[in-house]
């Protein structure tokens, strides 16, 4: 039993590459709230190895007490297909050998284990996602119940007016199981949803990767080191070494510190057939020519502003 906390009560599901874990180490110092459990799902590498970096990471941190799930390897509707090794490197987590632990996962898949922390903390928990959602839409298959029980989703995926990442139109959460996308986004609960359209645009710069390299903690010199293969990828982006901050962005936006300011509550849908559009996240926003404008009905706000940027805010916090 997960002793109830006073502060807000979160689950991250993910799958540990570089960004996600800037996402884990930031959580981790983030005072608003308390992550009770991570389920990790296949996307940058296996939910396993996801797993298993994750562990390390929160052994690195002390903070051995939080409960790791393995959840699902393949997506719902077609199988794990290696990964993004070119991304995040081929133990998802750009090459760093991360001390060994003693940590294991718990026994429960990672939809089980957020079914029983969504009962154990009685409405209040909230989930945020950065991987592929094949996790969330199992959990859903498995209680149908499970939104009345969850306070807030927001999910990092996705891309509005933005080009995808992984096709012209596909964002890799979302292009990596879109049938899993399609359930977790119909679903009756408040979701938000951040979208490449804002995490494109908030970037780690050299400074940013020289001061966390200098840092006094460890997990801050272990995930300046995984940034430094992440620099490497984005350079084709973004004409120089830098990088895309889309986990950390979701996890800033989820837990208050970066506020959203131009984010329409609208419908979305995704295509989940089989053609040059699969993964596509088609968001109504042609209400949106004045101004956020919010449509009647909507329960997902897509985030395409924030208030400032992330970077100096991601740094303070990962340093702290
Ligand atoms: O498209 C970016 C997303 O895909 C991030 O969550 C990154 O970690 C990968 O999972
Ligand atoms: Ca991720």
């Known amino acids: 039993m997960t002793e109830p ?36 799902v296949s996307g940058n ?15 690195l941190a002390g903070r051995g007490d939080i409960p790791v799930a393995v959840g699902s390897h393949d997506a719902l509707a077609r199988a794990f297909d290696g990964g993004a090794e ?18 294991t996962p718990i026994a429960e898949s990672a939809p089980e284990f957020l079914i029983r922390l969504a009962e154990e903390h009685a409405g ?42 992984v096709t012209p139109v596909a964002e890799a959460n979302i292009w990596n199981d879109p049938e899993a996308a399609a359930v977790m986004l119909s679903a009756p609960w408040p979701l938000t949803l951040v979208p490449l359209d804002v995490t494109v645009e908030n970037t780690f710069e050299e400074e940013h990767l020289a001061g966390l390299l200098a840092a006094e903690k460890p997990l801050a010199r272990a995930v300046g080191a995984m940034l430094g293969y992440y620099f490497d990828f984005y350079v084709d982006l973004y004409g120089r070494r830098a990088s895309a901050l889309h986990d950390p962005l979701a996890a800033a936006i989820a837990v208050g510190a970066i506020l959203p300011t131009n984010a329409p509550l609208v419908d979305v849908v995704v295509d ?17 020519r004045l101004g956020p404008v919010d449509q009647p009905g909507a329960h997902i706000r897509v985030v395409l502003g924030t208030d400032r940027p992330l970077d100096a805010h991601l740094l303070e916090r990962l340093l702290a």
């Open 272 to 288: 989940a057939t089989a053609g040059p559009a699969r993964g596509q996240t088609i968001c109504d926003l042609r209400g949106q």
């Open 5 to 40: 906390t006073s502060r807000r009560p979160v689950y991250l599901d993910c799958d540990t590459g570089i960004d996600d874990a800037l996402a884990i180490a930031y959580l981790l110092a983030s005072p608003e709230i308390e992550l009770v459990g991570i389920g990790t």
């Open 86 to 103: 070119h991304v995040h490197g081929g133990n998802g987590i750009g090459g760093v050998e991360l001390p060994d632990t003693d940590l």
């Open 124 to 165: 209040r928990l909230e989930v945020i996602t950065i991987g592929p959602v094949t996790n969330i839409a199992l959990a859903l298959r498995l209680d149908q119940s499970l939104p009345g029980r969850v306070a807030a989703v927001t999910a990092m995926g996705g891309a509005a007016f933005a080009s995808g990442n």
């Open 45 to 59: 590498v296996s939910a396993a190895q996801a797993a298993d970096n994750t562990l390390r990471i929160l052994a």
